[in-house]
């Protein structure tokens, strides 16, 4: 790819998770097309350096948190061009544990909580505090992290299905909000990716038993899912979402796009 070709040079760049998993491709990608990457995330030191992009520590489920995260961006870099809201949180849960033998892997206030603050309450307030940066500068770009699971559902991912619904109705909105603020909001949606280090031995156990299965019984067989036969690379996030926040997207707002190898309907 030419480096240049996205006009992403100098480019300040917001990604909120964007320490590990599908965030740090993200980072990756879009310092080596040149934007000056923002890795916000609760496990960085503000002021550290990590894959060629500063580091501000945050909580995005605290309205503070946020706002002095936008203030030490701003404080840096003198603005904000683009935020990917990218944070988030995902804790398989059955609605009812039928077979009674985990009721730990029933949904609960406590599971229910914690992902709508990251994946709904998170992308709310990061959203707020940048657009009103946004605003000051005469545009931006906000691209938010859904999920196929918004549009499909997700057997013993309910919760976190809504979650994802409910950033894909957040894009459509405020698209109509801020399109005439010259600011871009839009979203893009993985379906089945490449493992992450986020996606642990626990993790396993939990969506297993919420699907009836063992965790070496989950299914890594792509071929009968995805009609390009295999899962989807981070770095293929990574790009697609470099493109967005570019100007070479400039017409594309209030749309979620699928990036699931023909997995997902749109």
């Known amino acids: 790819m030419e480096k240049n070709w996205l006009g992403l040079d100098d480019k300040v760049v917001v990604v ?29 030191e503000t002021g550290a350096e990590m894959d060629g992009a500063y580091c501000v520590q945050c909580n995005v489920t605290d309205a ?5 995260m936008t203030e ?11 935020l990917v809201n990218n944070a988030g949180i995902n804790l398989p849960r059955l609605l009812v544990d039928v077979a009674g033998e985990k009721p730990e892997y029933e949904l609960s206030d406590d599971s229910f909580n914690k992902m709508f603050a990251v994946n709904v309450k998170g992308v709310f307030l990061c959203a707020q505090a940048c657009a009103k940066q946004m605003l000051k500068q005469g545009g931006g770009v906000i691209v938010n992290m859904s999920s196929e699971s918004g549009k499909e559902g997700s057997q013993g991912q309910s919760a976190y299905s809504a979650t994802k619904g409910a950033v894909d109705s957040f894009t459509r909105s405020w698209a109509k909000e801020l399109g005439k603020y010259n600011i871009r909001v839009l979203a893009c949606a993985p379906g089945i990716m490449e493992a992450t280090g986020l996606r642990t031995a626990a993790y396993n156990e939990a969506l297993a038993y919420t699907r009836g299965c063992k965790p070496e019984e989950l299914s890594t067989d792509y071929t009968k899912v995805i009609p390009m036969g295999r899962d989807g690379k981070l770095d293929e996030v990574g790009d697609l979402v470099a493109y967005l ?13 699928n990036i699931s190898g023909g997995k997902s309907r749109g």
């Not at 701003?74 to 683009?82: E, L, N, Q």
């Not at 926040?245 to 796009?257: H, L, N, P």
């Open 245 to 257: 926040v570019s100007d070479r997207a400039s017409y594309i707002a209030g749309t979620t796009i």
């Open 64 to 68: 503070d948190s946020v706002k002095e």
């Open 72 to 82: 030490v961006v701003v404080a840096k870099y003198g603005k904000i061009d683009a």
């Open 16 to 44: 909120t998770g964007g320490a590990s998993g599908i965030g740090k491709h993200v980072v990756e990608r879009l310092v080596d097309v040149g934007a000056k990457a923002v890795i916000v995330d609760m496990n960085v």
